[in-house]
């Protein structure tokens, strides 16, 4: 199988706001939601918090030339809502705008394209205290946030996506708690869902009439379900729910203006006249995250007749525990290709948590992640002369940071971070893409 991909193809690199730029009591920014969840006990790992992370918002320059040496072109990057609205609503903070719009403007003098994410996941507690995605109102506040950033930032903004892992903010921050807010409410999860849908489908409609022929896209983690390989027979029945719960929940009202019949009952209660119509848009390209493959047995104490499981002990593993497996990264991107019309795929992130130990010069030799990434990059070329159309691949993330409910325990950067001196040291699997992103294949 060739080795090489088409010309053309778009290489980058993602990160986020809450996981990298610390700043949490500069200029004026509010208080998010995993701010609170940072400061409940037993909640994160080491007590942990993002309030300085890699201090990217006085880092920020730096971090754009590890990009531009990268030889990366497109940045995937979050604003922080209340970084721009403190309270979610009303008062414009103008010093988080002027940052973002700095930022923006570091991109385009080092010639990277910027694509906006307009949430990934640092919800303004002031809106958590009005009821948070589970208030319908969200969408007007929503609405008003994308208004403010498309008519202040969108003159220069490439590409925009609007979510990123809405699945994880429904059903593992509000059905789970194992993220911010940490609500544990199966019905509630679904109502936040539904809304997600409907705040993608307004700032769709918001950036659109500002920018028509702006990209729009979300991001969504999919899942591919398997069973285990000695309860086959009595799992197989399961998967279709799992991946109906995890993906067409968010795929096929976009798609196809609807929900899967398997869990139609669970979202109707939330639905009123019009919203399917109006959560079915374009889709001018689909961002994939995909890192493991997913097995899952039957389970009857759970508000789904599911569980994850432990996967088969023949799989090497991340330090998350993950499963490595390019076969299912290549799955995902078939479903997309069979089911949902075959859109322009973007990987938005990609990638592993190693044991990164620097040597005695400093160097981190991380052969580990570069193997993942060569497994996963082969599966992506494998899918692609099928026909699958993916056009661009963002591994997570150009940095080691804060992750979630890890804390920093768990490093995926391609440039190790050393958290008390933020000293920035790139990796060898930074100088393994460096040259596959210049040679455009794998070597």
Sequence with gaps: MTKSFPDGFRWGVSTSSYQIEGGAKNDGRGATIWDTYCATPGRVANGDNGSIACDHYHR?????????????????????????????????????????????????????????????????????????????????????????????????????????????????GHEEGRHAPGIADPRAAMRTAHHLNLCHARATKIIKGHFPKAPVGFVLPMHKGYTLPERREQDAHLIDLFEAKWNGVFLDPVYYGRYPELIFDRMEPHIRDGDLEAIKTKVDFQGLNQYFPSYIEAASDKAWPFKHAEPPKYFRRTEMGWAIDGDCFYRTMKILQNDYGNPPVFVTENGGAFIDLPDANGKIDDQDRIAYH??????????????????????????????????????????????????????????????????????
């Design 374 to 443: 060569n497994e996963y990059l082969s599966a992506a070329l494998r899918a692609m002369k099928e026909g699958a159309n993916v056009q661009g691949y963002m591994p997570w993330s150009l940095l080691d940071n804060f992750e979630w409910a890890y804390g920093y325990e768990k490093r995926f950067g391609l440039v190790h971070v050393d958290y008390t001196t933020q000293k920035r040291t790139p990796k060898a699997s930074y100088d393994f893409m460096r040259n596959v992103i210049k040679s455009n294949a794998l070597p």
């Design 60 to 172: 920020w320059a730096e971090d754009l030339d590890l990009i531009k040496n990268l030889g990366a072109k497109h940045y995937r990057f979050s604003v922080m809502w209340p970084r721009v609205l403190p309270e979610g609503t009303g008062t414009v903070n103008e010093a988080g705008i002027d940052f973002y719009s700095r930022l923006i403007d570091g991109m385009l003098e080092r010639d990277i394209e910027p694509w906006l994410c307009l949430y990934h996941w640092d919800l303004p507690q002031a809106l958590q205290d009005r009821g948070g995605w589970t208030n319908r109102d969200i969408v007007d506040w929503f609405g008003d946030y994308t208004e403010l950033l498309a008519s202040r930032l969108g003159d220069r903004v490439k590409s925009w996506v609007t979510f990123n892992e809405p699945n994880v903010v429904a059903w593992v």
